[in-house]
Nanobody
Framework: VQLQASGGGLVQPGGSLRLSCAAS????????MGWYRQAPGKERELVAR???????NYADSVKGRFTISRDNAKNTVYLQMNSLKPEDTAVYYC????????WGQGTQVTVSS
């Protein structure tokens, strides 16, 4: 499984970004996909993901601001990030889970004025 993430960048506080992650290779329909992030000096943490029941699950810190969605036909998952804050600055990683974790290359999101 290969994951190609895109959409990161520099944005001012209060701004928006949309991340995309396309999965390719041996894709399974019941695999779970989501987004994690890692800020400098901190551990990687869950941002949002789809549960096995298909519902989205969000970290408390992003609830109401971020929305995860997917296009099954394109094997792509998206993360719409609104009302961005400086503390959202991190490298964002796409995650695919089927029997093991697969990670994308990471895309930098910087929120700064």
């Amino acid at each position: 499984v290969q994951l190609q993430a895109s959409g990161g960048g520099l944005v001012q506080p209060g701004g928006s970004l949309r991340l995309s992650c396309a999965a390719s290779g041996s894709i399974f329909s019941n695999a779970l996909m989501g987004w994690y992030r890692q800020a400098p000096g901190k551990e990687r943490e869950l941002v949002a993901r789809f549960t096995s029941g298909g519902s989205p699950n969000y970290a408390d810190s992003v609830k109401g601001r971020f929305t995860i969605s997917r296009d099954n036909a394109k094997n792509t998952v998206y993360l719409q990030m609104n009302s961005l804050k400086p503390e959202d600055t991190a490298v964002y990683y796409c995650n695919y889970y089927y029997r093991r974790h697969y990670w994308g290359q990471g895309t930098q999101v910087t929120v700064s004025s």
